[in-house]
């Protein structure tokens, strides 16, 4: 298959051995199907060119100060939370939710207003960079069907989450009865799959488990082994997770989402990912907008390291972690921690381009570099202080995401029967399949 766009200059990604690898002057093709077809070292474009059937004027070259980079991964968002994302975090979780939170929350039954926050969310997650997000909604089904038709019509690879819990609201109005419960997350799972988006996949998704009946977590269970889904929720962030339960998630294959600014906004503690890390368990990086005030998976990765050094000043036989294993953590580890690192994560051949285009100099941005640094240096400079303006260009599955070039309309489709019937067969927890992972 001939490639429809080749690029050649600096990548930058992680493999499984190493944290960072850095690849200069390479050359990397992507075919129409928005697969990586090929990576070579430059001097190879010639012989490429013939193989490939591409011709070398058509190079996209990148500048000195430009490099590639695999998208950033999201794998804790609560798309429904975007609207006071930097505001109201004076209270501990708990008070926090039910002040905030679930009142906030109980709006999404008007798609009008869900249509505003869901666009405006994927539209800005996109400018930041995160092509794969997995997103917590609502309890409302509609609403939550929404948002998977939104970051579809963006391109953004997402998986969604229709919230589930049937107990213990300190706001009344905001849960739903067992049987509701069950009957709207197996209208939801239909209806998406339904629609067969390319890169956009339902997620059981129980609230915690102080929200959640013991029967209603088992019947997610069933739900999601019936469905083969993925399962998310909330277990304090890892942060207070023994050495025996980090055991039992490696075993199980579950995983952790680390979201380091909403651990400190909301003063849950601080994870010990060098620990996490020892035990082999799958961790990736999370904003969990808006109990982490920024949308940007860059400054979750910052929090990360920030966090990292604190535990270190505390315990000097900690190792802190590294800015390559953190940009890892960002790209690759979150791609692992979904289950989805078949298909992004990095620039491998066979993979979908997921990628961002950086670029360290562009006028009015918010990064100066001087001669003599290379692409190490240059890559930390924008971990360390870029921003969506360094990001020029945005790629999933081969298809330029951003800039985002034009207006999309997004009209809810009418709701569906409600009655819908689906035999279950299994009584597995949670934890009781690979692919299923706990944030």
Known sequence: MPVSTVYRGTLAHSTRDEALQILEDFVLGVDAEGKIAFIEEGQ?????????????????????????????VDTHIH????????????????????TYTFPVESRYKDLDFARDVYTKVVKRTLRNGTTTACYFATIHTDA??????????????ALVGKVCMDCNSMVPYYKEPLKECKDETLR?????????????????????????SSSLLHTLGKIA????LHIQTVMAHGCYLSDEELKIFHERGAAISHCPNSNLSLASGMLNVRNVLNHKVKLGLGTDVAGGYSASILDALRRAMDTSKALTMQDAQLQTLTFEEAFRLATLGGS?????????GNFEV????????????IPGGP??????????????????????RNIVEVFVAGRRVVPISRTIEIIPEPSANKAIQLLTRSSDTLLDRRQHFII
């Open 44 to 72: 190879n474009v010639d012989s490429l060119s013939q193989t490939w059937g591409f011709q070398t004027s058509d190079i996209i070259q990148l500048e000195q100060h430009e490099f590639l980079m695999p998208g950033m």
């Open 367 to 388: 990064v100066d570099v001087f001669p003599g640094q290379g692409p190490k240096v240059i890559l930390e400079k924008f971990l360390n202080l870029g921003d969506d």
């Open 79 to 98: 798309a429904s939370q975007y609207s006071y994302s930097g505001t109201a975090l004076d209270l501990p979780l708990l008070d926090w939710l039910n």
């Open 225 to 228: 082994k019936n469905n083969d």
């Open 350 to 361: 066979g993979k979908d381009f997921d990628a961002l285009r950086v670029n360290m100099c």
């Open 144 to 157: 939550s069907l929404l948002l998977g038709q939104i970051a579809d019509a963006f391109g953004q690879r």
């Open 336 to 344: 692992e921690a979904l289950s989805l690192d078949d298909q992004t």
């Open 188 to 212: 939801f799972i239909r209806e998406l799959l339904k629609k067969k988006y390319a890169r956009v996949k339902p997620v059981v998704t129980p609230r915690f488990a102080v929200s959640c």
